[in-house]
């Protein structure tokens, strides 16, 4: 991963943070406001469990294995980095252990 890859992860990750965020505190606001309104417990769990996994992925991008896939060694691609920020498997690793386990 090069050195512009990975500001430009760092750039995105901080401005979804910001977004996360910010759609987390508006989303309380009208709950406080709104009390009859839906929750959508699962909206927020997901948007918390999404706002974790990009503060992660935020504080060990000056580990020298972030970006580096645990099983082959190879780079894992800044695209796949901005969709599954937690993830420590490229693309091939983590296609062949999601067969293995479909395997009975």
Do not use: Y
């Amino acid at each position: 991963m090069t050195a512009a890859d990975r500001r430009t992860l760092f750039r995105t990750f901080t401005e979804e943070i910001a977004s996360v965020e910010a759609a987390l505190a508006r989303w309380a606001e009208f709950q406080e406001e709104t009390p009859a309104a839906p929750t959508f417990t699962n909206w927020r769990q997901d948007m918390e469990e999404r706002l974790a996994d990009l503060r992660a992925a935020v504080n060990r991008m000056d580990d020298a294995e972030f970006g580096i896939c645990r099983e082959c060694g190879e780079d894992i691609s800044p695209r796949r980095l901005l969709a599954v920020p937690g993830t420590s498997l490229c693309v091939a690793c983590k296609s062949e252990q999601e067969h293995a386990l479909a395997i009975p």
